[in-house]
């Protein structure tokens, strides 16, 4: 699995950072819930508190990922290949340590989806027909179901994605907010076109989040 | 310290609609049921009443003292709705809690409570509709209650229509009698969608907000015809407004109208003389 996320990965140089340049390879999709499946249960990870969740939203009615009745994590037919949405913050960097990989932070997510944000500045109406965005399907769609955009699928779509940092602030650790950068597939045009990064709760697993992970360092 | 907010709503009362219409704010967080729908332990507490005496310092309620993730849960909640930053909002959407409200002030005193209301019918039509009275657990939670309601006798208890009816008009009952423990805000969603604009600044003035322009923006987009799916929150105004009137009998209205006249008179869905 490690292998199979690794090689999928774009090579990006990240500039202009404040460690100066360097190389980073970004997961060219999101992970997928069947990949999460996957990877959790070779992991032996589970949900076995009765009334809540550490990892993973098993309880909305429409979640990608569930905790069926063997004890392992799975998903239907249908969902197999679409963003593993309802991963928390704490699922969702698990997941990208399993791979030896992490979560993006902020500054690499605005670079490695600038020609994405590019597209839409300057032709909305060509980059929303090629995005799942704005409720156009209504659901989340397979993660290689449009073009690639700067060498990623999705960039600014289908799911949004957990960032690394938390937000600045005085929380305590039980109230972090982390950052959830992109979009989504029901984020509206209104809000696509104005905000690409806001807080999240970094406790809660929901259907619109989904996870992108990258690995310091170019190609082995 | 900003207060944090609940908005209360009947399922399919629009509730996903207003959430994200606050949710686009850019000082407004509203977390969507995160008890109801990241948790089983509210679900099957569905209706089971906890009043204010029911809050226990130490455990929140007795009936958490055995359900520790639930109850570690919860306190997370508690802090970061409090722990809003310096001019930010945090609150949370919910379709459970009405019959808990006299606890949750106790146990968050803080609380400022939105109530939203939709047309019963309207309500009654949508989850008929899509045959969503399973999702909610109706034939449990529902039916065994109406047993002791006389008034709903002239249909079976398993009639899905008077499962919905008496959930909309006994969940409305138990939110409105205390609400006064609270600053509360009543939400008409038809309000919302006929006049939004002077709707939406009663709404976030209740929350100490300017409306902003992302919001106006939002509510223009959500009239248009989308890939709408049951928790879309794009639906034409006539949708929302007239919908029912094509998919309900007229034994299904007057059934409706019958047993909940006073609350729909109350609230402007039919004319006081009606009662």
């Given at each position: ?220 | ?8 709503g009947h399922h399919r009362s629009g509730t996903n609609f207003v ?76 379709t ?20 939203l209301v939709r047309d019963p019918r309207a309500v009654a039509s949508s989850i008929i509709g899509r045959n969503m009275q399973h999702l909610w657990?109706y034939d449990?939670?529902i039916?065994?209650?109406i ?5 709903f006798?002239e249909r079976s208890?398993e009639d899905v229509l008077a499962q919905v009816v008496w959930s909309w008009k006994e969940r409305l ?15 008409r969603l038809e309000d919302l969608v006929a ?27 959500s009239r248009?015809e989308?890939?709408a799916t049951t928790y879309s929150w794009s639906r034409t105004e006539q949708a929302v407004l007239d919908g029912w009137k094509t998919r309900l009998s007229e034994g299904d209205v007057r059934f409706i109208e019958r047993n909940v006249v006073?609350e729909m008179?109350?609230f402007g869905y039919v004319?006081?003389?009606a009662?």
């Open positions: 699995l490690r292998s199979e996320a690794s090689e999928n990965a774009c090579e990006i140089a990240i500039g202009g950072l404040q460690d100066g340049l360097r190389r980073v390879r970004v997961a060219r999709a999101k992970l997928t819930a069947r990949f999460v499946a996957d990877l959790f249960n070779a992991a032996g990870i589970g949900e076995w508190d009765p009334d809540t969740y550490r990892f993973v939203n098993i309880y909305n009615p429409d979640a990608a990922l569930r905790w069926d009745s063997a004890r392992r994590f799975s998903c239907s037919a249908e969902r197999m290949t679409h963003p593993a949405t309802g991963l928390n913050w704490a699922g969702a960097s698990l997941a990208a340590a399993l791979l030896g990989a992490r979560l993006p932070r902020c500054a690499e997510w605005t670079l490695y989806t600038a020609p994405a944000t590019a597209w839409l500045c300057t032709d909305p109406e060509g980059f929303y027909s090629l995005t799942n965005v704005a409720q156009s399907v209504g659901d989340t769609t397979p993660v290689e179901t449009y073009p690639l955009i700067g060498g990623l699928f999705d960039p600014l779509g289908n799911a949004c994605e957990w960032m690394e940092e938390p937000l600045p602030g005085p929380d305590a650790p039980a109230s972090l907010e982390r950052y959830v950068a992109g979009a989504s597939w029901s984020t509206p045009r209104s809000v696509l076109e104005t905000t690409l990064m806001r807080g999240k709760w970094g406790r809660v697993g929901t259907r619109s989040i989904g996870t992108r992970v990258l690995w310091d360092g170019p190609v082995d | 310290m900003s207060r944090p907010f609940l908005l209360l959430n994200d219409l606050l949710q686009i704010h850019p000082d407004c967080e509203c977390l969507n049921e995160p008890l109801s729908m990241h948790s089983t332990f509210w679900m099957q507490r569905d209706l089971i009443a906890w009043g204010e005496q029911d809050y226990d310092p130490d455990h929140m309620h007795r009936d958490l003292e055995g359900h520790p993730g639930a109850a570690t849960y919860l306190a997370d909640l508690h802090s970061y709705l409090h722990a809003a930053p310096t001019g930010r909002i945090r609150g949370a959407k919910e459970l809690l009405f019959e808990k409200l006299g606890w949750l002030h106790r146990f968050a005193p803080a609380f400022q409570v939105i109530i657990a449990d939670r039916t065994p209650r047993a002791r309601t006389a008034a006798a208890r009952a138990l939110a409105l009698s205390q609400s006064a423990l609270f600053d509360c805000h009543i939400l006049q939004p604009r002077s709707t939406l600044a009663g709404l976030m003035g209740f929350l100490g907000r300017d409306v902003d322009c992302a919001q106006m923006a939002f509510m223009q987009e248009l989308l890939g006073g008179a109350q004319p006081r003389l009662v």
